[in-house]
Every structure is written in structure tokens, then in C-alpha cells.
């Protein structure tokens, strides 16, 4: 029930973070991953005094050796592009191993083939809208906020539309960026009926 904030506190511990600088972490990660600077202004619109100095709590990350120590932290004042923030590789790829964990386990529950056109094909693919594994780990990850029991419960939506319906012929990759699994939980409660399959498949 409280397993999102139990793997927030393990971060905290792992590598000494203050909340407000796991916070400020992830506000900066959505902003490069996604080049979307509005969560980021919306906590730069909140009185400093209420929310620490953003120029302290990049210094005391760069202290921490989360973001790299030849990376400039700009003053207060001077002009500031999120995107040259640099972090650590190594915290990176830990800071992400849970979604790579969740996404693997996805992968490994999703169908390996379905039958398009009357042909076996290949479901698990990611390469026509991701660069890599990772990357399609990685945005399940965000799109489920890293959740474990909301993971949990796609997996067995997974299992659920394996052994009772034919839904599933569209890759992996477009399950992840197109939230297949609401589509699911809607097919399990009865709310969706009379489905063409034929005008949903899509890899």
C-alpha cells in the first residue's frame, strides 16, 4: 500500500538526499527527458523562502557527487538552462532501476507473439518508437509514476487479456505510449463490448 513512498525513503537513505532535493532531482529529469519546463516553473513560482534556494540545493547535490562537479551551477542572477544540469551517470542508472525492474517484468509477462493478418508477429519489439529497451523501460516507468502496485496490477491485466481475449495485437512499445492497460481495465469492468479487433491492431 505505502510501497512508493518505502522506495522514496530507500532512495533517500542510499545516497543521503533531503526530500526537496529528490524532488528537485525528478522536476529536472522531466525537464530533460521530456522538454517540458512546466513543473519546473510552477516550482520556481513558489516564494523561495517557502522553498529553499534552488542555487544551495544544486550545490548540495554537486557536493553529493549527483550532479557532476565539472558542471557550472549557476548563481543567482545568472542565466540558467536546465538542460546543462548534468547528473551522474551511475545515480542515474540507479535512480532508474526500479522502472528497468517493472519494465523487464512487464516484457516478460507481455504476449511474445500475436496473430495479425493470420501471421504470427513479434509483440514485444520497441525499436519503432523507442531507441532502446531502457528507453521504453523508462517511460512505462514514468507513466505509472514508478508505482509498484499499479504495476502490479497491469501485469495481471496482462494476464487477464492473455487467457480471455484476443486485445493484445499491438506491440509493446505502443502498450506503453498509448496506456493500452486503461483500454483493459475498461474491456475487464464491461464497460467496452463488441470490439472489432481488426481496427485496433497496431504495431
Sequence with gaps: MHTSIIEDLNILRKYNLSPN????IRLFLIYQDEDDDSLLRQYLSIPEYDRGPLYDILIGLQKKRIILKDCKIPKPG???NP??????KTFIKGFYKASFDLGNELREAY???GNING???????????????EDCYRAYGKAINWNPEKHKEIVELVNWAKNYTNF????LASFVVDRHWETLQALKDGEISNINFDTIKDL
Excluded at 532535493?21 to 528537485?24: Q, V
Aim: glycine fraction near 2%; hydrophobic fraction near 45%.
Design 21 to 24: 532535493e529528490l524532488f528537485i
Design 78 to 80: 545568472e542565466e540558467f
Design 83 to 88: 538542460l546543462d544540469i548534468e547528473f551522474n
Design 111 to 113: 504476449p511474445m507473439f
Design 119 to 133: 501471421n504470427p508477429t513479434p509483440l514485444r519489439g520497441v525499436t519503432k518508437k523507442f531507441n532502446s529497451l
Design 168 to 171: 493484445i495485437q499491438f506491440s
